[in-house]
T-cell receptor, first 112, second 113 residues
Framework: NAGVTQTPKFQVLKTGQSMTLQCAQDMNHNSMYWYRQDPGMGLRLIYYSASEGTTDKGEVPNGYNVSRLNKREFSLRLESAAPSQTSVYFCATRVHVPGGYTFGSGTRLTVV | GENVEQHPSTLSVQEGDSAVIKCTYSDSASNYFPWYKQELGKGSQLIIDIRSNVGEKKDQRIAVTLNKTAKHFSLHITETQPEDSAVYFC????????????FGTGTRLQVTL
């Protein structure tokens, strides 16, 4: 079972460039999440989707957009990348009971 | 919203010793408290979780305790092994919903020989 698959694994962007991070799950979970992880700050929620067709902002949504294409896929887009968006990005899905996340392996993004 | 604090940020123990990581949360409505292990270059893996209707849960060398009154919960690892070296995250939230989990800032555990 693949679980949660993120692509790409690594990416270097120049300031102002755009890109889309892809996330796909085969777990049939309704909820999907995008987090960023920075040293000393833990995991911070960017956006999440409780179900297909719905999206909501997390605590750090500025500079990002998301799209829940279908139940399996949840993409994160950076329209104009900034150095402050250099981070490791994790996608996760959640089963409501008991409530734990399944994480992807992450995308390491560097904006220069 | 929920706020989770985690301590210590780094922890070094000798192989065979015990390790304890502590977290506090702010929202008394939270009823689900998972712990995740993140190895270098990988996504986080759920290692144990506890719901607010129990005070302690064990799984082999790992245990979690919960004090609802004080709003804190702890991860206990006994007989530590080098493969326990990783970053550990605690989290708090609600089970049975799509709402988010709030994470602590992580503890880097180093088990030395």
């Amino acid at each position: 079972n693949a679980g949660v698959t993120q692509t790409p694994k690594f990416q270097v962007l120049k300031t102002g460039q755009s890109m889309t991070l892809q996330c796909a799950q085969d777990m049939n979970h309704n909820s999907m999440y995008w987090y960023r992880q920075d040293p000393g700050m833990g995991l911070r929620l960017i956006y999440y989707s409780a179900s297909e067709g719905t999206t909501d902002k997390g605590e750090v949504p500025n500079g990002y957009n998301v799209s829940r294409l279908n139940k399996r896929e949840f993409s994160l887009r950076l329209e104009s990348a900034a150095p402050s968006q250099t981070s490791v990005y994790f996608c996760a899905t959640r089963v409501h009971v008991p409530g734990g996340y399944t994480f992807g392996s992450g995308t390491r993004l560097t904006v220069v | 919203g929920e706020n989770v604090e985690q301590h210590p940020s780094t922890l070094s123990v000798q192989e065979g010793d015990s390790a304890v990581i502590k977290c506090t949360y702010s929202d008394s409505a939270s009823n689900y408290f998972p712990w995740y292990k993140q190895e270098l270059g990988k996504g986080s893996q759920l290692i144990i979780d506890i719901r607010s209707n129990v005070g302690e849960k064990k799984d082999q060398r790992i245990a979690v305790t919960l004090n609802k009154t004080a709003k804190h919960f702890s991860l206990h690892i006994t007989e530590t092994q080098p493969e326990d070296s990783a970053v550990y995250f605690c989290a708090a939230g609600l089970t049975g919903t799509a709402s988010k989990l709030t994470f602590g800032t992580g503890t880097r555990l180093q088990v030395t020989l």
